[in-house]
């Protein structure tokens, strides 16, 4: 067990609809960062927030958000959602987001859009 | 951009073999490296990680080391158990301090 929790575990939706995905953090953790892992992207990188701010960017749309609220848990937005969204997101956190920092991963959310 | 090259999959292996997962990685600099692993309806777990060139990481009998001539950092265990059955992900961690991982390697164990 990591430390990190996400819940829903699962998520089945239709297409147009939008979810909110939630993240809780290790105790302690002040990073936490989101991906995306799909059948043809593999594990791709979508967010980071430190400490309630956004830190860095990778290839989220726009449809997707993100934030990080005082408590530091995080929650991913996804908004009008397509077929191609399906995937399983996972949440990741560390204690401050340094070079030499071990990221741990919750166990994911898995998203079925239909 | 950054990147991480792995070996296709699956790799199918008799327990006890030994084994050797490939990975290469494309960087600016000298990054944190790691492997992680994903056991099936799992999150991913840290495998082993090393920080700079010639470190070796090791965990759980696995092994790789940090070899900034090859730019490679491949996976090894001597003898490999039914219980390792998993998909292995090799990553990097870029300037900005995320992660970027290879497509993964399935690895099949048969007792």
């Known amino acids: 067990d990591s430390g990190v929790t996400q819940t829903p575990k699962h998520l089945i939706t239709a297409t147009g609809q939008r979810v909110t995905l939630r993240c809780s953090p290790r105790s302690g953790d002040l990073s936490v960062y989101w991906y995306q892992q799909s059948l043809d992207q593999g594990l791709q990188f979508l967010i980071q927030?430190?400490?309630?701010?956004?830190?860095a960017k990778g290839n989220i749309l726009e449809r997707f958000s993100a934030q990080q609220f005082p408590d530091l848990h995080s929650e991913l937005n996804l908004s009008s959602l397509e077929l191609g969204d399906t995937a399983l997101y996972f949440c990741?956190?560390?204690?401050?987001?340094?070079?030499?920092?071990?990221?741990?991963f919750g166990p994911g959310t898995r998203l079925l859009v239909l | 951009g950054d990147s991480v090259t792995q070996m296709e999959g699956p790799v199918t292996l008799s327990e006890e073999a030994f084994l050797t997962i490939n990975c290469t990685y494309t960087a600016t600099g000298y990054p944190s490296l790691f492997w992680y692993v994903q056991y099936p309806g799992e999150g991913l777990q840290l495998l082993l990680k090393?920080?700079?060139?010639?470190d070796k990481g090791s965990n759980k009998g696995f092994e790789a080391t940090y070899r900034k001539e090859t730019t490679s950092f491949h996976l090894e265990k001597g003898s490999v158990q039914v219980s390792d059955s998993a998909v292995y992900f090799c990553?990097?961690?870029?300037?900005?301090?995320?992660?970027?991982f290879g497509s993964g390697t399935r690895l099949l164990v048969r007792p």
């Open positions: 927030y430190y400490n309630g701010e956004e830190r």
């Open positions: 990741a956190s560390s204690a401050g987001g340094g070079a030499l920092e071990t990221q741990y």
């Open positions: 990553a990097l961690m870029d300037s900005s301090y995320k992660l970027i």
């Open positions: 090393a920080t700079k060139a010639d």
